[in-house]
């Protein structure tokens, strides 16, 4: 069955950085598109960025653009959240999400998330 | 960029059908998918393509869209189905992904 299970979240100072990963199993990876989606205490799903099956391109929300990078290493079923300049804001679970398709066409899978605490 | 709105909260007896609308500006053009989430899990998607159901949900979830409306609707609803409902679509034309802001259904 469709396994994701996402990793390093935990408490850190505004303005620095975090990785988050996400292992997939139980499909082939390299044949979807991968997302993260998070959610901050109390509020609703913000989608976060997407990744392409083959990684040839990846979109991130205005929100993160240009803090946040989306990648993926389909020889370790792996997809990566690369998270630069965190704000307060940035607080929320952080949630792996395999998408239909090898590129967009909804979300059918998630993992059970990881949170992120940027506080002082 | 595109804005999906949903009421906040909606609520049904046992046995009766809840509505959830989700507007958006000629979302009837958009795929749109529906998603289920309860305290303190994961979301699940119950509806997709506008009114497919993946396998293990019920047929009591369905969808229609069209217009500026899309709409879940659950029929025969349980007390198991109290929970937070989203609806998404993709927005080509900003290459984004863009979630409603949730709507709380409550079984009296």
């Known amino acids: 069955q469709v396994q994701l299970v996402e990793s390093g979240g935990g408490v850190v100072q505004p303005g620095r950085s975090l990785r988050l990963y996400c292992a997939a199993s139980g499909f082939t990876f390299s044949s979807y598109g991968m997302h993260w989606v998070r959610q901050a205490p109390g509020k609703g799903l913000e989608w976060v960025a997407v990744?392409?099956?083959?990684?040839?391109?990846?979109y991130h929300a205005d929100s993160v653009k240009g803090r946040f990078t989306i990648s993926r290493d389909n020889s370790e079923n792996t997809l990566y959240l690369e998270m630069n300049s965190l704000r307060v804001e940035d607080t929320a679970v952080y949630y792996c999400a395999r998408d239909r398709a090898p590129m967009v066409r909804g979300i059918d899978y998630w993992g059970q998330g990881t949170l992120v605490t940027v506080s002082s | 960029s595109y804005v999906l709105t949903q009421p906040p909260s909606v609520s049904v007896a046992p046995g009766q059908t809840a509505r959830i609308p989700c507007g958006g500006n000629?979302?009837?053009?958009?795929?749109v998918h529906w998603y289920q989430q309860k305290p303190g899990q994961a979301p699940v998607l119950v509806v997709y393509d506008d009114s497919d159901r993946p396998s293990g949900i019920p047929e009591r979830f369905s969808g229609s869209n069209s217009g500026n409306t899309a709409t879940l609707t659950i029929s025969r609803v349980e007390a198991g189905d109290e929970a937070d409902y989203y609806c998404?679509?993709?927005?080509?034309?900003?290459?984004?992904?863009?979630f409603g802001g949730g709507t709380k259904l409550t079984v009296l």
């Open positions: 998404q679509v993709w927005d080509s034309s900003s290459d984004h992904g863009v």
């Open positions: 000629n979302i009837g053009g958009d795929s």
């Open positions: 990744i392409w099956y083959d990684a040839t391109d990846k």
